[in-house]
């Protein structure tokens, strides 16, 4: 018997894309500027969060990618689920969408690189956040299209494993197995042989080759995720308590794992999937009980014009509109009248003011970039 299934749309899932990309188009840099404005401590550990980690660890912001791969994983189903009840969408002409969305965001990641800006091709960074977005939710979608659910979470695990049998015990010239440094592990060391274009560390990409294997696995826990959200055999308020409960045990696994796998951003590690992936999951519930359960909304349009234009705000913020000028010019004189400590924080204001009015300019339009 075939479970039903619910195709309402999810806001708290556009609601959590827009709060996830809030950090890096604005947010950080108004965290920032009012740590060193202020000497709050609230402020000043908010600021420290809103770094990476070094090399191992886990920040806040270590999170906010892999959550928008697990966010882009939860709207298969949904996305991908109404084309596959249309006859007429046979799962490889949707799995040529996918393909041309892939190649479609990897030139953009170039683009935000300085594609343009005449440095030669050999100076300019290849690997981009938008290419291993590309490539984590291709090669998810591939998957979710050919396989069952059973066969998915198979898949999940054996890449986990699969990735730490690699960077544990296949040797590295000159270092040998199992070093996970900046310079000797394995990871790294195909970048430098494989990956065209310049390194973004010179001896390591962070979105290199062999470590985009395990972000397909957070872009699978959202869709394993998005499989039981759409099916209605659960009460809401079980779907909130087990995503929560998912969400602990995986970061419990993941720092088990720590000792012998190191949480790291940087190498993607199969214990930073784990860690992440709860994190994401903890997310998820929290902003699924208050918007889609408790129905309390009155504080979410502005994420929700965020979300709804993800990408489009990412690539603005990163090269295309220079938002901290245009801020300059409607806010300069007001700023210019406050104590000058605390004008780089009326500035972060006046950023985070233009990019949501241009936001809910292209919302109240019904503008969006779909790729």
Same mark, same amino acid.
């Given at each position: ?21 809030? *950090? ?5 840099? @108004?965290?920032?500027? *009012? ?13 420290? =969060? ?60 170039? /683009? ?6 005449? =440095? ?5 960074? +290849? ?5 291993? /977005? ?17 066969? =998915? ?59 985009? @294997? ?8 959202? !869709? ?13 308020? #079980? ?12 970061? !419990? ?36 009980? /208050? ?27 990163? %090269? ?7 801020? +300059? ?7 210019? #009248? ?6 780089? !924080?009326?500035?972060?204001? %006046? /950023? ?9 300019? @292209?919302?109240? =339009? ?6």
């Amino acid at each position: 018997m075939q479970k039903s299934i619910t195709s309402a749309r999810l806001v708290s899932l556009d609601a959590l894309r827009g709060f996830d990309m809030f *950090w890096i188009i604005s947010g950080e840099g @108004l965290i920032h500027e *009012w740590a060193k404005a202020s000497g709050n401590p609230t402020a000043n550990w908010m600021s420290s =969060q809103l770094h990476h980690s070094e090399w191992n660890g886990f920040t806040f912001y270590d999170l906010i990618f892999p959550l928008f791969i697990f966010i882009a994983g939860i709207s298969m189903p949904y996305s991908i689920g109404r084309q596959l009840e249309n006859p007429k969408n046979t799962p490889f002409n949707i799995l040529k969408s996918l393909f041309k969305r892939a190649i479609i965001l990897i030139i953009l990641g170039t /683009i935000v690189n300085g594609l343009f800006k005449w =440095q030669g091709y050999e100076n300019t960074r +290849i690997a981009s956040v938008l290419g291993r /977005i590309a490539l984590s939710c291709f090669f998810a979608g591939l998957i979710f299209l050919y396989t069952n659910l059973r066969t =998915q979470i198979i898949l999940f695990f054996s890449i986990l494993l699969g990735y730490f049998l690699m960077m544990k015990y296949i040797p590295v010239p000159d270092f040998g197995a199992g070093v996970l440094t900046k310079e000797g592990n394995l990871a790294a060391y195909l970048d430098r042989l494989f990956l065209p274009g310049k390194l973004h560390r010179k001896v390591y990409d962070p979105e290199g080759l062999l470590s985009t @294997l395990p972000a397909i696995c957070n872009a699978l826990l959202g !869709v394993f995720t998005g499989h039981f959200l759409r099916s209605s055999t659960f009460s809401k308020f #079980k779907k909130v308590a087990s995503m929560a409960a998912v969400g602990i045990l995986l970061i !419990v696994l993941a720092w088990l794992w720590n000792p012998f796998f190191p949480i790291n951003k940087i190498l993607w590690t199969s214990s930073f999937v784990l860690c992440s992936g709860g994190f994401s999951l903890l997310f998820m519930a929290f902003f699924y009980l /208050i918007i889609d359960v408790l129905e309390i909304k009155f504080w979410i349009a502005p994420f929700v014009w965020i979300g709804m234009n993800s990408i489009t705000i990412y690539l603005a913020a990163h %090269g295309l509109i220079d938002f901290e000028a245009t801020a +300059i010019y409607l806010f300069g004189g007001l700023i210019s #009248k406050i104590e000058a400590s605390w004008q780089a !924080v009326a500035l972060a204001d %006046g /950023i985070v003011i233009v990019q949501l009015g241009f936001l809910y300019f @292209l919302y109240r =339009q019904k503008w969006f970039l779909k790729v």
